[in-house]
């Protein structure tokens, strides 16, 4: 049992902290933020995760897992801190270090008896040297510490199986006695361990991301070309994905990629690059097929109404993707106004993200998380996101509730014979229409 700060109750930091109460450790999550502290020591989750609410609950209720805004008592009890804060994009593409370097800036001035400091936020390479740096000048030599990068690879919508069960960990550290301890604190987790220095672990993070975010660009450009010369990209996908070397995870072709960290990682890293002279040409070309693939089903829409002026165009999907309310760089970002632009009659259908995207579009649209009364007497149906209940939804009931049979799929939800049979015009993503 080992005695955890949590600096950040984001994702990050909240599942981590809640995870390592749920192997026995004892875990107390800080915050800045008072509301998200008094609501969560009230059980009220920030965000919303599938089943993080039961696990959290109940590790409270077994007083494993605490919550507080007192960052210096937090850090002062602890054996080991991590920080889990947010690291925005700035204007440049850069990731903005502020709230990182002021949590290295407090444990330095709390530092009182040896302590592995853990670097779990998404940081440009170098961030742990730095973080180092600052505690040291902080502390001025009153006790001795480490500093490790041990980045996160957890997705939305599946964080704690993706934390419990984790392929691998990565510890960067600067002793050994310092990533055996985490190695430690990882063995309920996962038993393959990368054991490394800061700055390759600090690497495979945004190398890990941006290549999963390569192969989505990769086969959305496929997918376009399939669309030209007549073939089907699924089927593309499929044929590659048996090779093991290419795998099948992260060929669903799309309207791209969006979310917190894809987006985010990739820019970080042409801009880590470019900071030691190399210009990554291959993650700008990928950065580039994401920005266009977005507004795909708004090209394929003009394709088939001359004017979008007062169509109803039924939105079916907010959210980057299923099972979270995140609306950040989601796809739907791009693709509403330029539908409001063109004076489409936009209603939109989230089960959970409708509130999170009024804070965007406003009353440019209306919201409902009634499928099929959303699509009523619509002029055609957009699907954005591939939520479950999207991708169940019945596509006889589907064709009797529209104006007109036109059903544009960015997710690409369904087989071509089944839309066909239900009498729909059926328009997906480098498939036959
Ligand atoms: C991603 C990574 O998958 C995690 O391993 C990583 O820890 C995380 O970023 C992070 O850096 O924190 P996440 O952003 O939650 O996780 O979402 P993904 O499930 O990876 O999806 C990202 C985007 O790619 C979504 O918009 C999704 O719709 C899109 N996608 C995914 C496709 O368009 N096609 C695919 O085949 C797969």
Known sequence: MKKIAVMGTGYVGLVSGTCFAETGNQVVCCDIDETKITNLINGKIPIYEPGLEEVVKRNVKEERLTFTTDIPQAIR???????????????????????????????GENLNGYKVIVNKSTVPVGTGRLVHGIVSSRSNGRAPFDVVSNPEFLREGSALYDTMN???????????????????????????????????????????????????????????????????VTKVAEGMGYDKRIG?????????????????????????????????????????????????????????????????????????????????????????????KHEADVEAFDPIANRAAKQFFGESITYSTDLYKTIENADACVILTDWKEIVEMDLDKVRRQLKMPILIDGRNCFDLKEAEKAGLIYHSIGRPV
């Open 77 to 107: 009890d602890a054996e080991i801190i991590y920080i889990g804060v947010g690291t925005p994009m700035a204007e440049s593409g850069e990731a903005d270090l502020t709230f990182v370097k002021n949590v290295a800036q407090t444990i």
């Open 248 to 340: 099948a995870q992260f060929l669903q072709a799309g309207i791209g990629y969006g979310g917190s960290c894809f987006p985010k990682d990739s820019k970080a890293l042409v801009h880590i690059a470019e900071q030691v002279g190399y210009d990554f040409k291959l993650a700008k070309a990928v950065i580039e097929t994401n920005d266009k693939q977005k507004l795909k089903v708004v090209s394929k829409l003009k394709s088939i109404f001359p004017s979008l002026k007062g169509k109803r165009i039924a939105v079916l999907g907010l959210a980057f993707k299923p099972n979270t309310d995140d609306m950040r760089d989601a796809p739907s970002l791009e693709i509403i106004p330029e539908l409001v």
């Open 166 to 232: 984790m392929e691998r960990a990565v510890v960067g550290a600067t002793s050994d006695h310092a990533a055996d301890m985490i190695i430690e604190l990882h063995k309920p987790f996962t038993e393959t361990i990368v054991k490394t220095n800061l700055e390759t672990a600090e690497m495979i993070k945004y190398a890990s991301n941006v290549f999963l975010a390569t192969k989505i660009s990769y086969i959305n450009d496929i997918a376009n070309i399939c669309e030209r010369v007549g073939a089907d």
